[in-house]
């Protein structure tokens, strides 16, 4: 079945950068793309971007854009996140998941998340 | 971006009572090339991640109990839970992903 497992809990300072990973298997890497999503503690999530991984296409939030960068290595059928520029702000968990059809659909499978803590 | 408006933000039902959730988006995400609307429901208990139920608006995940169904088009969707189960407790989400950023509503606190 489709599994996704994320890298570690991180904790860093104002104006670092974080990286997550996403391990993906029980399906055809290549064949869905992967959102990236984060909630801070007591929010609504909040999609960040995706990934089309069969053609390494990206598209980004605005709100997000010009820190977040999205790439994946097919193969070792994973997905990585790099937040830069950190700040209070950005402590929340992070979380991938899987695309419901392939691309442009809803995040159906998701990872168990990582928490990024961003704190002086 | 499309914002997601639900309500209530909170629900308290008896056991085996009926749960009404309702999400309005501030633009239509019907897809008229395929009729389809760009419409989830999630559910997600504390400690984990969001857990897919309904997609298009009214198609049931695979595994998702028959008591959940969704319903709507255009930018007024209902997610109705005909006979609530203890484990029903949770935080509701509708997001919509017609268009990026797909954006999800506030979310719907549902206690027994």
């Known amino acids: 079945q489709v599994h996704l497992v994320q890298s570690g809990a991180e904790v860093k300072k104002p104006g670092d950068s974080v990286k997550v990973s996403c391990k993906a298997s029980g399906y055809t890497f290549t064949s869905y793309a992967i959102h990236w999503v984060r909630q801070a503690p007591g929010q609504r999530p909040e999609w960040m971007g995706w990934?089309?991984?069969?053609?390494?296409?990206?598209r980004y939030s605005q709100k997000f854009h010009v820190r977040v960068t999205i790439t994946r290595d097919t193969s070792a059928s994973t997905a990585y996140m790099e937040l830069t520029s950190l700040r209070s702000e950005d402590t929340a968990v992070y979380y991938c998941?899987?695309?419901?059809?392939?691309?442009?659909?809803?995040?159906?499978?998701w990872g168990q998340g990582t928490l990024v803590t961003v704190s002086s | 971006d499309i914002v997601m408006t639900q309500s209530p933000d909170s629900l308290a039902v008896s056991l085996g009572e009926r749960a009404t959730i309702n999400c309005k988006s501030s633009?239509?995400?019907?897809?008229?090339?395929?009729?389809?609307?760009?419409l989830g429901w999630y559910q997600q208990k504390p400690g984990q991640p969001p857990k897919l139920l309904i997609y298009w608006a009214s198609i049931r995940e695979s595994g998702v109990p028959d008591r959940f169904s969704g319903s709507g088009s255009g930018t007024d969707f209902t997610l109705t839970i005909s006979s609530l189960q203890a484990e029903d407790v949770a935080v509701y989400y509708c997001q919509q992903y017609y268009t990026t950023p797909n954006t999800f509503g506030q979310g719907t606190k549902l206690e027994i």
């Open positions: 633009q239509s995400v019907l897809y008229s090339f395929n009729n389809k609307n760009f």
């Open positions: 998941a899987r695309d419901l059809v392939g691309v442009n659909s809803n995040p159906a499978y």
């Open positions: 990934i089309n991984v069969g053609n390494a296409d990206t």
